[in-house]
Nanobody
Framework: VQLQASGGGLVQAGESLKLSCVASRSLLPLAAMAWYRQAPGKQREFVARWLSGGSTIYAGPVKGRFTISGDDAKSAVYLQMNSLESEDTAVYYC?????????WGQGTQVTVSS
């Protein structure tokens, strides 16, 4: 199974981007889908999680600015990022948890210029 992430790019501070991640085949039943990010020289960190059933969890730095959504029928997860800051610059990775294992996408670069 491959997870194809897209939507990254170069934007200015204050602008928005929407990331998408779709699995190459259905991964039902899903436990959760999530986004992580890794900035240069830093460890990968949690950004947001969408739980099957629709509840969501956010890391503190993105709460109120980012919105995660999921479509379990499509095995797809999205991340709407508003009011981007230079600190959001990182490679963003999607993650899909199917109860038995986790799948990772290849990453998409987000660069925010101040």
């Amino acid at each position: 199974v491959q997870l194809q992430a897209s939507g990254g790019g170069l934007v200015q501070a204050g602008e928005s981007l929407k990331l998408s991640c779709v699995a190459s085949r259905s991964l039902l039943p899903l436990a959760a889908m999530a986004w992580y990010r890794q900035a240069p020289g830093k460890q990968r960190e949690f950004v947001a999680r969408w739980l099957s059933g629709g509840s969501t969890i956010y890391a503190g730095p993105v709460k109120g600015r980012f919105t995660i959504s999921g479509d379990d029928a499509k095995s797809a997860v999205y991340l709407q990022m508003n009011s981007l800051e230079s600190e959001d610059t990182a490679v963003y990775y999607c993650n899909i948890d199917t109860h038995s294992r986790e799948h990772w996408g290849q990453g998409t670069q987000v660069t925010v210029s101040s």
